[in-house]
């Protein structure tokens, strides 16, 4: 079975620090693996995701996330986080539907 | 494109009362999913549909529990003698079917307290 798993329960950063929210897989062949956020009784909102090709990928608000296959990791990143990305973040693979990680809280502090 | 839709977006039902929750995915859209997350937790996979057709079902989704998207649009999940366990936010999600890869959008989710 394909699975993603998320280290951190959460993740404190100041406004203006570079953000990283971690995710490795478990995949047998190519994984196909995304980024969701879900802002407080929101649903979940699309932010990128890894089909092929380069490596790093860009998403939507700034993020990028970079595929390391030696690593088996797709760890989210954000050059200077905002105080508006505190949230809760979801990995994910996809296998003709979703499988989630536990998900990350992001808190970035002023 | 107005995204996923689901309705009514809270709902407070007594043990033992049946619910119903509407899901509308983009128009274009042949895949539907229905997911559940309880507080802290990511979301689970309860079901999908491609056009009319129903796929595949978690075990999650007990005999309490039916699905149906009848004409290939618009989508229900019925949940039967409701118990307090079945607390949780609901998740419709739709997407293109073109193998796997395609982008998953959800909707904003429907509330369900059991009291």
């Known amino acids: 079975a394909q699975s993603v798993a998320q280290p951190e329960d959460q993740v404190n950063v100041a406004e203006g620090n570079p953000l990283t929210v971690k995710c490795t897989y478990s995949v047998s062949g190519n994984p196909y693996l995304f980024w969701y956020v879900q802002y407080p009784n929101r649903g979940l909102q699309f932010l990128l995701k890894?089909?092929?090709?380069?490596?790093l990928v860009k998403g939507s608000y700034g993020f990028e996330a970079e595929f390391n296959k030696s690593q088996t990791s797709f760890h989210l990143k954000k050059p200077s986080a905002l105080v508006s990305d505190s949230a809760l973040y979801f990995c994910?693979?996809?296998?003709?539907?979703?499988?989630f990680g536990a998900g990350t809280t992001v808190t970035v502090r002023a | 494109d107005t995204g996923v839709s689901q309705d009514p977006r809270h709902k407070i039902t007594k043990r033992g009362q049946n619910v119903t929750f509407r899901c509308d995915p983009i128009?274009?859209?042949?895949?539907l999913y229905w997911y559940r997350q309880t507080l802290g937790q990511g979301p689970e996979f309860l079901t999908y549909?491609?056009?009319?057709?129903?796929?595949?079902k978690s075990r999650l989704l007990s005999d309490r529990f039916s699905a149906e998207r009848p004409k290939g649009s618009f989508s229900t999940l019925e949940i039967q003698r409701t118990e307090q366990g079945d607390s949780a936010m609901y998740l419709c999600?739709?997407?293109?079917?073109?193998?796997?890869?395609?982008?998953?959008?959800f909707g904003e989710g429907s509330w369900l307290t059991v009291v």
């Open positions: 890894y089909i092929t090709g380069d490596n």
């Open positions: 999600a739709s997407s293109l079917a073109r193998g796997s890869g395609n982008t998953i959008y």
């Open positions: 994910a693979v996809d296998d003709y539907k979703l499988s």
């Open positions: 549909f491609q056009n009319e057709a129903q796929l595949e």
């Open positions: 128009s274009e859209h042949n895949r």
